[in-house]
């Protein structure tokens, strides 16, 4: 089958595409100039016409898609930003959700192939900043974002404008879904990774231009950035970039995945513990904050659900898998 995959030049995509084409996939991916064809082309030479690369210039205008979806057996959507620079909401929200509807309208009249449609939402459409702890699953919805971009406008923080764009991405997509039951042949599947981190095969040409995850990352790990408290304190959930796009790519094959809704999580980190993890390759990097115990990490979101597993039949790398391959890459490209 033809999968399409949207902003296919983008971390988690390229991963994607790798793994789809390995597993015999053709892919049509969307960029939005075509200079941005040539590096993918030659990353994924030895697979020919089974990479095709169409430009979809700006996603939110009606119609958008409705040439990549013709032909089309599923699709992968992950072209959506992914930044902490916006001075608006809606700088995030417009693309994010306009370009969500555009898809799945182009879907609905020309993708007369399309049996599934794989959206990537985050968890940030699941997890909540409260005070006490609390163990979130797909059951969750994250409303503080949206109501924060509502409240506050542009004096909303970059991170609730975020959180706010994949919540309501996400929500549209199931909207659509419900809307047009009985008009559409296609169900759909939502991923929602946390922090995606992991080797990079996306044409980065130093270390500033890396994805907004692995920027943080290589700024903990390599550059030593973090101070004490912040090392012992900040962190998040996250996943390896090729278990995610594994998920992306198993639930495409796994016919129980329609209609579902996947967290996936590999656990909770603060920085230090990443740093420790890292330090069991190369114990030269930074000690960071030596008096840090993991035991009294005090983690207020954290994720619980069993599903991706238990559905998709996938197991997750470990920290330090994770870490000795993401040094591994960094030195390869020369910048460690
Ligand atoms: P990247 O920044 O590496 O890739 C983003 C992709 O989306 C690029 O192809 C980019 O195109 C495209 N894109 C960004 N903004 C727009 C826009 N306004 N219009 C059209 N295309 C756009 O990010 P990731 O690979 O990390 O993210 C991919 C998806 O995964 C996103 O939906 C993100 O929200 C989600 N995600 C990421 C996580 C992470 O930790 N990395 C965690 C959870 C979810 P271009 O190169 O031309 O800018």
């Not at 064809?37 to 430009?55: H, I, M, N, P, Q």
């Not at 799945?104 to 192939?113: D, E, R, V």
């Not at 599934?116 to 939402?121: A, E, G, K």
Request: aromatic share 10%; glycine share 8%.
């Amino acid at each position: 089958g033809k999968v399409l995959v949207t902003g296919s030049n983008g971390y988690i995509s390229v991963w994607i595409v790798k793994l789809l084409l390995e597993a015999g996939f053709s892919v049509r991916g969307t960029i939005r100039s075509s200079d941005k064809a040539a590096y993918l082309k030659t990353l994924f030479a030895s697979y020919g016409d089974k990479l095709e690369l169409v430009v979809v210039k700006d996603i939110t205008l009606p119609g958008a898609f409705d040439e990549a979806v013709k032909g089309v057996d599923a699709i992968e959507h992950l072209a959506s930003p992914f930044h902490m620079k916006s001075t608006h909401p809606d700088d995030m929200i417009i693309p994010a959700v306009q370009g969500t509807r555009t898809l799945l309208q182009s879907a609905l009249q020309h993708g007369t192939n399309v049996k599934r449609i794989v959206i990537t939402s985050s968890t940030a459409s699941i997890g909540e900043f409260l005070d006490t702890a609390k163990v979130f699953t797909e059951d969750d919805w994250n409303n503080q974002s949206e109501r924060e971009a509502k409240e506050k406008g542009k004096d909303c923080s970059p991170t609730h404008s975020y959180r706010a764009s994949k919540t309501l991405a996400e929500k549209e997509a199931w909207r659509f879904v419900e809307e047009h039951q009985g008009k559409i042949d296609w169900d759909l599947v939502t991923i929602c990774p946390p922090y995606v981190y992991g080797p990079v095969l996306q044409d980065v040409k130093s270390p500033d231009a890396l994805n907004t995850s692995m920027a943080s990352w290589y700024d903990y790990i390599v550059e030593g950035t973090g101070d004490d408290k912040t090392l012992a304190n900040v962190g998040g959930g996250w996943v390896d970039v090729r278990d995610t796009a594994a998920a992306h790519v198993k639930s495409l094959m796994v016919e129980a995945a329609g209609n579902k809704r996947f967290l996936n999580s590999a656990g909770e980190y603060m920085w230090q513990d990443w740093i420790l993890a890292a330090r069991k390759t190369d114990s030269k990097l930074t000690p960071g904050n030596t008096a840090y115990d993991p035991e009294k990490a005090v983690h207020l979101i954290r994720f619980g659900s069993t599903r991706v597993q238990d559905i998709l039949g996938l197991t997750y790398h470990t920290k330090e898998e994770t870490a000795r391959d993401c040094l591994a890459n960094f030195r390869e490209h020369g910048w460690y």
